[in-house]
C-alpha cells in the first residue's frame, strides 16, 4: 500500500514561482506525477518521471516548471517558476508502482493571483 502525501501549495502573485513536494510511503514507486484540475475542467497532466529519471511535461508548462525526484526519498518536487493565473488549481500527486497499481494524493491548492 502506497500513501503520497504533498505539500508547498499557496498563493502567489502572477510571475512568482512555487515548490511543491509530494513524499511517497510504501513500496517503490516506478512513476509518479503531478496532474491538475482548475475549477470547471477535467484533471489534466502536468509533469512526470520514472524511477529512471525520464520527464514528461504538458505543453503548457514547458520552460516554467520542472519536476524532479530524490529515489532516496521517496519524494517528488514540482518547481513551479513564472506563474500565470491561468496555473491556478488543485494539484494533485500520482503515483504508480511496478505492478501498476495506483495512488493519488489529497491535493494541494495553487492560487496565481494579485
Known amino acids: 500500500q502506497v500513501q503520497l502525501v504533498e505539500s508547498g501549495g499557496g498563493l502567489v502573485q502572477p510571475g512568482g514561482s512555487l515548490r511543491l513536494s509530494c513524499a511517497a510511503s510504501?513500496?517503490?514507486?516506478?512513476?509518479m506525477g503531478w496532474y491538475r484540475q482548475a475549477a470547471g475542467k477535467q484533471r489534466e497532466l502536468v509533469a512526470a518521471?520514472?524511477?529512471?529519471?525520464?520527464?514528461n511535461y504538458a505543453d503548457s508548462v514547458k520552460g516554467r516548471f520542472t519536476i524532479s525526484r530524490d529515489n532516496a526519498k521517496k519524494t517528488i518536487y514540482l518547481q513551479m517558476n513564472s506563474l500565470e493565473p491561468e496555473d491556478t488549481a488543485v494539484y494533485y500527486c500520482?503515483?504508480?508502482?511496478?505492478?501498476?497499481?495506483?495512488?493519488w494524493g489529497q491535493g494541494t491548492q495553487v492560487t496565481v493571483s494579485s
Open positions: 500520482y503515483g504508480k508502482t511496478f505492478l501498476g497499481a495506483a495512488t
Open positions: 518521471i520514472t524511477s529512471g529519471g525520464t520527464t
Open positions: 510504501g513500496l517503490m514507486l516506478s512513476f
